[in-house]
């Protein structure tokens, strides 16, 4: 069994057009966190849920909002998507904010055309 | 403003050498120090941590040496094998429940290891 898994792997999408990715966790961890890899494989966090609660909000466009139905599950929804937004997306668990021991998922890549 | 400086960016090494990675920090208020491995088309995954109160941690063939008054942390893989050949990020956090968990990465390291 997957421990984090994001679907889709890979969004192909045009400028302007709204998307999804999707991120679930079967390791019983408190906190999930979205980071953003990009062309030169710098990871950056954009936001952290925990227990559904969000505990870090990076200095992300608005266009970006997470959303948590459960502490298994954190969403991403992207709004009209910019050619800057191409990139590859991952998804993490851990501990309750503990910060060690992060799982993370085998990511989205989002090419936006 | 980066917060874990890596470096080298790249390295290559020869199958059976060592490989090391540095990694210096600014915050002193981080007291957890892990490394992370990526290959292509995974996510990362946690390779072997470290917390400031001791100055090396070994794993089989990854060691980490950590200087706390020099801020600075470093990644011996020994003798270094094809099947490391990935790339490499160091990362920073304050531990413990309370805080966010938010992890610091360092740009990262691409290794290559010739046969």
């Known amino acids: 069994d997957t421990a984090v898994s994001q679907t889709p792997k890979y969004l192909v999408t045009q400028m302007g057009n709204d998307k999804s990715i999707k991120c679930e966790q079967n390791?019983?961890?408190?906190?999930m966190y979205w980071y953003k890899q990009d062309s030169k494989k710098f990871l950056k966090i954009m936001f952290s849920?925990?227990?559904?609660?969000?505990?870090i909000n990076e200095t992300v466009p608005n266009r970006f909002s997470p959303k948590s139905p459960d502490k298994a599950h954190l969403n991403l929804h992207i709004n009209s998507l910019e050619l800057g937004d191409s990139a590859v997306y991952f998804c993490?668990?851990?501990?309750?904010?503990?910060?060690?021991?992060?799982?993370f998922g085998s990511g989205t890549r989002l090419t936006v055309v | 403003q980066q917060q874990v400086k890596q470096s080298p960016q790249s390295l290559i090494v020869q199958k059976g050498g060592i490989s090391i990675i540095n990694c210096a920090y600014e915050?002193?208020?981080?007291?957890?120090f892990p490394w992370y491995q990526q290959f292509p088309g995974k996510g990362p995954a946690l390779l072997i941590a470290?917390?400031?109160?001791?100055s090396e941690k070994k794993e089989g063939r990854f060691t980490i040496s950590f200087n706390k008054s020099a801020k600075q942390f470093s990644l011996h893989i020994m003798d270094s094998q094809p099947g490391d050949s990935a790339t490499y990020f160091c990362?920073?956090?304050?531990f413990g429940s309370g805080n966010t968990g938010k992890l610091i990465f360092g740009q990262g390291t691409t290794l290559q290891v010739k046969p």
């Open positions: 390791l019983g961890h408190d906190t």
């Open positions: 993490a668990s851990s501990r309750a904010q503990a910060g060690d021991g992060y799982t």
């Open positions: 470290i917390r400031p109160d001791v």
């Open positions: 915050n002193t208020a981080f007291d957890y």
């Open positions: 990362a920073a956090a304050v």
């Open positions: 849920y925990n227990n559904k609660e969000l505990i």
